[in-house]
């Protein structure tokens, strides 16, 4: 399947800021079913991007501004080749049969940051799944969420904490993400959160919630299958149509843009951005 990515967001000041290094999460990760045949990537006269892989192997580019500036546009064109992903193609270990998984003592080493809660909640029964069988766990907790929070769009702000989510019922995708990944770890197995983009060319309009906005949703850590993902926002496994650009313990580690502006006076700023995930 070829894909093409548009994304534009632009940065507005009311008055000349300086910038510090920006970093932009929004490059496919390595993977042997995706390959990148056109990138290009826009900004600022003047401005220079360093590519490198940051602590959770995502590929990032640091960006810098040697200037003030009164606005900062980033552009990003990509065009992909997506080999088919099966959702179901896995096969677990008998030790991740059942929920908890079994970990080794090596792997709860490794994904001891992964395994561990940050938030707590009053768990509803339909998200406190231990000694179910694995798979059967998994899908109806994404399930439940999709069903029972509904999809609200919140351009900005952080994600709300898993206790707000569940009492307000509504919530945009990371929070839902931010909810499943907290529930799975309250349940024993190892959780990510992930950033990226997602293809809805193949859903009912009515059924499209990351059109035109990065998404977000959760990888779980699962013996024999690795790390597989979860859509909460649409209650499904995640196929080829889900294309990861960044993975991490917080929603801070797969922001699609980070990075600060200062002057020396207060000076406010407004963001507009658009992304269109499209078969060319």
Known sequence: MKLAIRYRAE?????????????????PRPDPLVRIERQSLVTVDGASAHFRRDLFDN???ACFFPDELPRLPISLDLELEVGERNPFGF????????????????ERRLLAPFLRPTQSAAWPGPLAVASRP?????????????ETICYERRENGEPLS????LARGRGACRDVAVLLAEAVRHNGLAARLVSGYLFEGAMAEDSR?????????VEVYLPGAGWVG????HGVLCDHCFVPTAVGLSPADIAPVSGTYFSDTPVG????????????
């Open 11 to 27: 940065y507005r000041y009311e008055a000349p800021a300086s910038l510090s290094i920006h970093v932009l999460r929004l490059f």
């Open 59 to 61: 590929v990032v580019a």
């Open 91 to 106: 096969l677990l270990e008998p030790r991740g049969l059942r929920i908890p998984c079994d970990y080794t003592p090596e």
């Open 134 to 146: 694995t798979l059967e766990g998994l899908v109806a907790m994404n399930r439940w969420i999709a």
């Open 162 to 165: 898993v206790g707000e989510t």
């Open 209 to 217: 919630r990351a059109s035109s906005a990065m998404h977000a949703w």
């Open 230 to 233: 979860l859509d909460p926002t």
């Open 269 to 280: 700023s407004t963001l507009s951005s658009s992304l269109a995930v499209v078969r060319p």
